[in-house]
């Protein structure tokens, strides 16, 4: 059974930072297409960033590149996202999400496992 725990959310004042953390079971992030998405309420859940089975490849949205680091320790089976520089725009709940595919997609069905999501808040 398949199991990602994410944690490391929190409310920060802007200009601060951040960094989740998804623990993963069941599965192996080293052999895994490993994403994070967010949702806002009233809103599709989206593409935050994603890094590939290989570690090779790696891409983020727009409006987050730059601020935005996704990684992963194979030996801790676990994924994390480094948030610098948030701005209140960033407020949202953040999923940790993977599936076996090789390729690191963007979007939301091509993933088959899902956390249950940390709250970050970003104040003004």
């Known amino acids: 059974q398949v199991q990602l725990v994410e944690s490391g959310g929190g409310l920060v004042q802007a200009g601060g930072s951040l960094t989740l953390s998804c623990a993963a079971s069941?599965?192996?992030?080293?052999?895994?297409?490993m994403g994070w998405f967010r949702q806002t309420p009233g809103k599709e859940r989206e593409f935050v960033a994603v890094?590939?089975?290989?570690?090779?490849?790696?891409f983020y949205a727009d409006s987050v590149k730059g601020r935005f680091t996704i990684s992963r320790d194979s030996a801790k089976n676990t994924v994390y996202l480094q948030m610098n520089s948030l701005k209140p725009e960033d407020t949202a709940v953040y999923y940790c999400?993977?599936?076996?595919?090789?390729?690191?997609?963007?979007?939301?069905?091509?993933?088959?496992?899902w956390g249950q999501g940390t709250q970050v808040t970003v104040s003004s």
């Open positions: 890094i590939s089975w290989s570690g090779s490849r790696i």
């Open positions: 999400a993977a599936t076996p595919g090789i390729i690191p997609g963007r979007a939301r069905d091509e993933y088959r496992y």
């Open positions: 069941g599965l192996t992030v080293s052999t895994s297409t």
